[in-house]
């Protein structure tokens, strides 16, 4: 069964710094891994999906890696601001069976 | 592009009441799937329809949940009688047929946040 675990829990950092948050999963056979955020109260928005032949992509300050064989992935915020503060979520698609989720981090980003 | 749109936002009931929670997918996505969040949590899949039949509704618990999805496009998701755990976000994704759905990834909407009490 496909676990996915994401650390930290939490994460409060001053504006401008760059920052990783790191995603691992148990079963390496997957077809896609995709990166969301979550304002609170509110649905999750898509910010990266990586297929499983790819080792990152990008979108504005965001990079996302993909290490299928060492089941990680990394997201990475660079110059972090205010209105990063969200928390952010990984989900793992291994193809027939459900989306599976980790917990998430929790991100403040500090003025 | 509308993107999944999914109504109640909020809504706060009784113990024992009935509540419904209605999805509109993308159009043209053929899977639509029901998630449930509950605080501090991910999001856990409760059903999955292809078209209009449920293929995976190995979590829902159908002693008070119940879903449809007529005609293969928009979704209700049905819950009676509500208790006090199922105070939660109650998330709607859709993704394009289940041969591409690898490459395009799912799309949530922005989610029915039920408070029970």
């Known amino acids: 069964k496909q676990e996915v675990t994401q650390i930290p829990a939490a994460l409060s950092v001053p504006e401008g710094e760059n920052l990783v948050l790191n995603c691992s999963f148990t079963?390496?056979?997957?077809?896609?891994l995709q990166w969301f955020r979550q304002d609170p109260g509110k649905g999750l928005t898509s910010l990266l999906l990586?297929?499983?032949?790819?080792r990152e992509q990008t979108s504005g300050r965001l990079n996302a890696s993909l290490d299928k064989s060492s089941g990680r992935s990394t997201l990475y915020i660079a110059a972090s601001q205010p209105g990063d503060s969200a928390t952010y979520l990984c989900?793992?698609?291994?193809?027939?069976?459900?989306?599976?989720f980790g917990k998430g981090t929790r991100l403040s980003v500090i003025a | 592009e509308a993107g999944v749109v999914q109504s109640p936002r909020y809504k706060i009931i009784e113990k024992k009441q009935p509540v419904a929670f209605w999805c509109n997918p993308i159009?043209?996505?053929?899977?639509l799937y029901w998630y449930l969040q509950n605080l501090g949590q991910g999001p856990e899949l409760l059903i999955r329809?292809?078209?209009?039949?449920?293929?995976?509704d190995s979590q829902l618990p159908k002693d008070r949940f119940s879903a449809e999805r007529l005609k293969g496009v928009d979704s209700t998701l049905k819950i009676q009688p509500a208790e006090l755990g199922d105070s939660a976000v109650y998330l709607c994704?859709?993704?394009?047929?289940?041969?591409?759905?690898?490459?395009?990834?799912?799309?949530f909407g922005s989610g029915t946040r039920l408070t029970v009490v």
């Open positions: 994704a859709s993704s394009p047929h289940r041969d591409r759905e690898t490459s395009s990834g799912y799309t």
């Open positions: 159009s043209g996505h053929n899977t």
């Open positions: 990586i297929q499983s032949s790819q």
């Open positions: 079963d390496s056979a997957i077809y896609n």
């Open positions: 989900a793992v698609n291994s193809g027939n069976t459900p989306l599976v």
């Open positions: 329809y292809e078209n209009e039949e449920a293929v995976d």
